[in-house]
């Protein structure tokens, strides 16, 4: 059956369409992505603005239309941080359902960790043993690990590149104190967390997903998109340290310019920056794998479980 998954994230709404078959790998059929940076449009009280509920309800109809166009049988829609957190998020998706008949389920922190981890063990196998997984949002930073492919640990800190952005580097290119005490900040929050994972033992494999971590690893000289999901593609945290200073130096629209780099992210890429090499240091990690698969395909590889045998 033809699957979509519509992604209402702190940065896009995204929706993948999937063809899938019980015991099969979901194969790509189409990407549908609107850049909303929703993160960056919550007002002082700590909601979505109007404006940007607007434009979340066009964005929703739009996307609805497109898995309709494409012949979906069935979407699952869901929303992360920046909905989550909002101080209006019932009014919001009440809007979003009644404008466009689209009910968003709100995943907590802990869902997303959860079910990025199932798609990064779906994708590496059992013979990568112990995983630890990072992954990178606008709106918040999940970590999960495991053995099986339900992990033995999973937290969600306020740690997404967006939010950082916007609450802690107002300048363009940053001040730097600010980068200095979002960097000591960073930190403190990934460090209270270590406990949680440590008394499970070292990783095997550390892994990473999401666009900010893949940008990352393209700076560092990875393999581009284009060349295919298989390409092995790594991220050295002694490249990190060297790309942190010169990113806090650049103001967004040189960033913009950079391999793999898009204009929509420059902004935000020095807090995500800080926060992969807080992660990786803080976590004793030298070098991590960037993970195709993440979220998304967690959610989709979820609902095809439970799909009847043919």
Known sequence: MRLGVLDVGSNTVHLLVVDAHPGARPLPAYSHKAELRLAELIDADGAISPGGVDRLAETVREAREVAEDKGVEDVLPFATSAVREAANAEEVLARVARETGVSLEVLSGEDEARLTFLAARRWFGWS???????????????????????????????????????????????????????????????????????????????????????????????????????????????????????????????????????????????????????????????????????????????????????
């Open 128 to 310: 990568a043993g112990r995983l630890l997984v990072l992954d990178i949002g606008g709106g918040s930073l999940e970590i999960a690990f495991g053995l099986d492919e339900e992990p033995d640990a999973a937290v969600s800190l306020p740690l997404g590149a967006g939010r950082l952005t916007s609450a802690w580097l107002p300048g363009d290119p940053p001040g730097t104190d600010d980068v200095r005490a979002l960097r000591r900040h960073v930190r403190t929050k990934v460090a209270r967390t270590v406990g949680e994972f440590s008394r499970f033992g070292p990783p095997d494999h550390v892994v990473a997903t999401s666009k900010t971590f893949k940008q990352l690893a393209r700076l560092a000289g990875a393999a581009r998109s284009a060349e295919g999901l298989y390409v092995l593609r790594t991220l050295e945290r002694r490249s990190l340290e060297e790309w942190v200073p010169k990113l806090a130096a650049m103001p967004a629209e040189e960033r913009a310019g950079l391999p793999g780099v898009s204009e929509g992210r420059a902004r935000q890429l020095l807090a995500g920056a800080l926060v992969a090499e807080g992660a990786m240091d803080v976590f004793g990690v030298e070098e991590l794998e960037i993970c195709p698969w993440a979220l998304r395909e967690g959610v989709i590889l979820r609902r095809m479980d439970h799909l009847p045998a043919e």
